[in-house]
């Protein structure tokens, strides 16, 4: 997920799948990225030039979220999405902004700090963990996060459990093809990919919300 601007946020490698799923081929390799420069990816990801593709208010609108949710951003990076989503659950909903670099975690706390969104909750997740509440999550996002994620059968069949009934999870990634922002065509996964390994891991597609020109968005339930 990197490119002229892009999300990589949760700092973790791609999926050798399990038989029964394609298995992840040296061209669906992602590199691994430092992200200890905080200022350095704050210029990438918070790029307000960003807006124009990320659409990010209409990605909140798409997820249809209401006062009072608890929404988890997987791999919220320097907290691109935060104060949107804030707005969204309003103070009686909680943000939870996750990412694997610590760094980037006390990011997200001075900027939670600093933008006054209370509800904006920054954890720091493990490799295989996003250290989320059990039950405790209406939606979790994956912005242009699904493909660095170890393991992905497994990760998705476990983020169940923190999810409350109902619960969903919006994954959005890249289209694979050539693009003007974005990363290589050799670290991006098809959405045809994306929705055979959440079946595979238990998912069903509820929807598809056709408002990015770069990216899918799906929107996933338990089976």
Request: proline share 7%; hydrophobic share 45%.
């Amino acid at each position: 997920m990197r490119g002229v601007i892009w999300r990589g946020h949760l700092l973790i490698a791609l999926l050798v799948l399990s038989a029964g799923v394609a298995a992840a081929g040296p061209h669906d390799a992602t590199a691994r990225h430092s992200f200890d420069d905080v200022d350095h990816w704050s210029a990438v990801f918070d790029d307000p030039k960003r807006d124009a593709w990320q659409k990010p208010d209409e990605i909140v609108k798409a997820l249809g979220l209401r006062p009072g949710m608890a929404v988890a951003d997987l791999g919220a990076g320097t907290g691109y999405m935060s104060r949107r989503l804030s707005e969204a659950v309003g103070p009686r909903g909680t943000v939870f902004a996750v990412d694997l670099e610590p760094n980037l975690v006390a990011r997200l706390r001075e900027r939670a700090e600093g933008e006054r969104t209370a509800n904006v909750v920054p954890v720091l997740a493990s490799r295989d963990n996003p250290r989320l509440p059990a039950g405790g999550v209406d939606l979790v996002l994956v912005l242009d996060t699904y493909h660095h994620i170890d393991d992905r059968l497994r990760y998705f069949r476990d983020l169940s459990a923190v999810l409350r009934p109902g619960g969903r999870v919006a994954v959005i990634d890249w289209h694979k093809r050539p693009l003007p922002v974005g990363p290589d065509l050799n670290h991006k996964i098809s959405r045809e990919q994306v929705t055979s390994e959440m079946t595979a891991a238990g998912w069903a597609l509820d929807s598809e919300p056709d408002v990015l020109p770069y990216q899918y968005l799906l929107i996933f339930r338990r089976k």
